[in-house]
């Protein structure tokens, strides 16, 4: 080891100088999320469903097996292979606080599970970004919080603050020694309207973290799903690096089924779309990650049409984000930034891996997936089809009936009322119904085939995104 990583200037440095951390988050592990695995709705919801319909003992088999085979040693010597330094580990306070206990007592399997984790990569040399991606009450109005509604509750009550900074606390002490971990991302994708509220937070966080642990590097996402830093103090905190995420639209569906071409616009917008977030930065002389970014994939698994023509402008799209951040530095020095892209695993929309279409999981689920896909149940990554037409019609009357400065009073403005009803309408209370469905179909299955569709997981059992991985491969090889 090189000694504990640290900030310098717009750098992140250690014994031997600067380091880019380059990787991809594990999401969809020790957080779950809809469209990573195919669930629909939110994580705590699902879980409860499945328990109910199956009961506690094979609830618990097959969430064992399956955070057992999600990530082994395997995927760290793959992850090392592709030459990629840190892995960004989204996990759920669920793994350390119980919702119906005491908010303060500390569950030491939620250590148990990031030990795994975290050893594994350090073998292969590669460094770890503790990632809390959920809080109680939800930290946002999205479903990946893992609230169940789409009100940011922990900014309205203390006690839900006072528990995750404690928490923080004790992850810090635990970690307090352990030079692999690159650092902490006390919370993932705030967004309160009250900025004052975030930044308290993260005051009162850094405080509790440095009392114990004043080696590792904090990683604070900007206000707004980690695109706003507007109200942030003028003097920075010490040893931490300010976190962006940086989706471009051009990775994504539209609504008017134009691709990206690369054109000399197109890259601009990019650029400037990611310099706009990034001058909190270069204002202070401060180190930037860029957390999350990337496109997603379609798949004739889904039913998309021409993927493979979709895909190559995605993959277009991946590689020009990446020139940007070859020289992204806040300093202007034409130096790259570390970034961390989502994700590493999934059943195949943005993952470096991706669970067969031969596996158990699709084997059960494959019809499922297939209706959950036409009727939107997650918006992620989704291509607009006829189903649409209900939310937009509904839409309409409300955008009628809602003068526009009303709507503009919301946060976040940038929601429009389609968001808002295809959020709650559809991610929220009709995916509630269809997690009965989607449970229904864990029933009959034996331990053995319950072992069988984690198993789908294992990295023997995914295939790999070549493209993908090539492009990240030359990002440091070529």
Known sequence: MSGFLKVEGTKIVNSNGPVILTGAANGGHLNMENFITGYPGHESEHKKVIEKKIGKEKFEYFFDKFYEY?????????????????????FNYHHFLDDEGDLFEINPKGFEKLDRIIDSCAKYG????????????????????????????????????????????????????????????????????????????????????RLVDPYHILYLDANTYAV???????????????????????GFPNTTGKLYQGTEEEKLKLKTQYEGKIEFMKKHNVPVWNGEWGPVYDSEIRGD???????????????????????????????????????????GYQGLTYVSPKSKWFEVFGDWLIKKNKLMLDRWGKVLNEDDKY??????????????????????RHHSIYTYITRVCREMLFSQYCQHEYAELFENLSFEELDELAGSFKLENCLQRHELNDILKTYHHG
């Not at 082994?72 to 990629?84: F, R, V």
């Not at 990632?131 to 839900?160: M, N, R, Y």
């Open 126 to 209: 590669i460094y770890t970004i503790l990632d809390l991606h959920t809080a109680p009450g939800g930290q946002s109005q999205g479903w990946h919080c893992d609230s169940k509604i789409h009100f940011a509750l922990f900014w309205e009550f203390k006690v839900f603050q006072d528990a995750i900074v404690n928490l923080w606390g004790k992850i810090a002490e635990y970690y307090k020694d352990n030079q692999w971990v690159a650092g902490y991302n006390p919370l993932n994708e705030p967004a309160v309207s009250n900025h004052s509220k975030l930044i308290e937070f993260y005051n009162r966080i850094e405080k509790c973290i």
């Open 305 to 347: 049409k021409n993927p493979d023509v979709t895909n190559k402008a995605r993959y277009a799209v991946l590689k020009d984000q990446l020139e940007v951040y070859k020289t992204g530095d806040p300093s202007g020095d034409n130096t790259p930034i570390s970034w961390s892209i989502w994700l590493y695993k999934d059943i």
């Open 70 to 90: 999600f990530w082994t040693e395997e995927d760290a010597k793959l992850y090392q292979s592709l030459g990629l330094n840190c892995l960004r580990i989204p």
């Open 228 to 250: 706003d830093f507007s109200h942030f103090p003028e003097k920075p905190y010490p040893n931490t690096v300010y976190a962006i995420h940086d989706y471009s639209t051009f």
């Open 391 to 412: 939310y937009k019609a509904l839409a309409e009357h409300m955008e009628k009936n809602i003068p526009e400065k009303y709507h503009r009073a919301l946060y976040p």
